[in-house]
């Protein structure tokens, strides 16, 4: 006999059982209002798993009279998205029909499309789920017709009381009293990481696994074993992925090395292995520079380091370069140079090379003045000597602007004194 999960037993009946999402489904808040009216409107969820996205549009199925189809858009056709648009105006769909897409991001465009006519005209409520950021995977028109609610990780506390429900659903299904320390319980809500389903999973774990008497003792070792055979939550084709990788590299960017080794543990803790040696390398270039040239060979080296030996030694190199990252004096003046010149060139702003500068050594008929006229620097003193070396309409654009940290002011210094500034 198959045993339905306990999150699904324990799913809400109610908006007020919901866990999480005051900001909105509290009294007065726009969703609340929304569902209380009966008059649903086309909807999309957005946000990470287990935080209740489905359990609402459940519950707003029950409640608005519809025929609800559920489609999965990991494992739905188009043939499925056509046989709910045959059954409109039959008997059983007298009432309208509620479509609830979940994880819609995996529909092709085309497939989106299909439905858009039939949301326009009413003939389909659609609520659809994603764990994906809307705005960049679901089909404008069909976002344009739909309204967007975001709902967030939950708190420890929020995830603390969805289990001492669970407790009291098992306790009574076991005619046993549960017993669990306030110092596991807490430590199951944080390693759930915002996720109802996770904890909830992790706490019929514990309970299947604790030897029962006259009542069910969840011991702190049983719970530190479960937790240590659960994976770090994180979805690497996810917006969470994009979040680390950001707060990351904007960690050490910011100098400061404590979050940047707490975000670097995130990615290593999730095997994330190229992640964090590619953001750290850009991180090394892009945001320490010039202020500090040397560190890019010294990261390069940590990074084939860590790549060489793998998890979990690799975690030592990376370590010491996110440190010495986070901790080297700033510069992103070759980056903005570099922004400013492709900026420049995809405008079209630039012109013909020099001719002083181009790779050809003979004049045509043409030419005002005969010979290359190029100047070699090293035959010159200090090995420099004026030329103009930009196109003509551009040849006093600045793109390179030295950085105020004492690296680059030392060779700003010296290069004021060469070209006798």
């Avoid at 400061?256 to 090394?284: E, K, N, T």
């Amino acid at each position: 006999m198959m045993i339905t999960p306990l999150a699904d037993r324990l799913r809400p009946k109610t908006i007020d059982e919901v866990a999480g999402q005051r900001h909105i489904l509290a009294e007065g808040k726009v969703l609340r209002r929304i569902i209380s009216s009966g008059n649903i409107p086309n909807l999309i969820f957005y946000g990470p798993s287990g935080v209740g996205k489905t359990t609402v549009a459940n519950i707003i199925a029950q409640s608005c009279g519809k025929k609800l189809y559920r489609l999965n858009a990991t494992t739905a056709s188009t043939s499925d998205i056509k046989e709910i648009i045959n059954s409109i105006g039959s008997i059983e769909s007298a009432n309208g029909i509620l479509l609830y897409l979940d994880e819609i991001q995996y529909f092709n465009k085309k497939q989106q499309q299909i439905l858009l006519s039939y949301i326009e005209n009413g003939d389909i409520t659609l609520i659809a789920s994603t764990t994906e950021n809307p705005y960049f995977y679901v089909y404008n028109a069909i976002l344009s017709r739909s309204t967007v609610f975001e709902f967030k990780t939950l708190s420890a506390e929020d995830i603390k009381t969805v289990i001492l429900r669970g407790i009291k659903i098992l306790s009574g299904e076991n005619n046993k009293e549960i017993e669990i320390s306030a110092i596991s319980l807490s430590k199951m809500a944080t390693a759930a990481a915002g996720d109802v389903r996770r904890a909830l999973n992790m706490l019929e774990l514990c309970t299947l696994t604790c030897e029962s008497g006259e009542k069910i003792v969840i011991s702190d070792d049983t719970v530190e074993e479960i937790l240590a055979s659960n994976a770090v939550r994180y979805d690497r084709e996810g917006d969470e992925h994009y979040d680390i990788i950001s707060a990351y590299q904007k960690s050490m960017r910011g100098s400061d090395p404590d979050a940047a080794i707490y975000y670097l543990g995130r990615l290593l803790a999730a095997g994330d292995l190229p992640s964090a040696c590619r953001r750290l390398l850009v991180c090394a270039n892009e945001d320490v520079g010039l202020a500090y040239p040397q560190i890019i060979p010294i990261v390069k080296a940590a990074v084939d380091t860590a790549l060489q030996v793998g998890l979990p030694e690799a975690r030592l190199p990376l370590a010491n370069a996110v440190i010495l990252v986070a901790t080297s004096p700033k510069s992103n003046s070759a980056h903005n140079a570099i922004i400013a010149a492709m900026n420049d060139i995809e405008m079209g702003i630039g012109g013909d090379i020099p001719r002083q500068l181009q790779n050809k050594h003979f004049d045509g008929e043409d030419a005002a003045v005969k010979g290359q006229n190029y100047k070699y620097p090293h035959d010159y003193p200090r090995h420099y000597v004026n030329q103009q070396y930009l196109p003509d309409n551009i040849k006093n654009k600045k793109y390179y602007i030295y950085g105020d940290n004492k690296n680059e002011q030392k060779f700003k210094e010296y290069w004021d004194i060469i070209k006798n500034k």
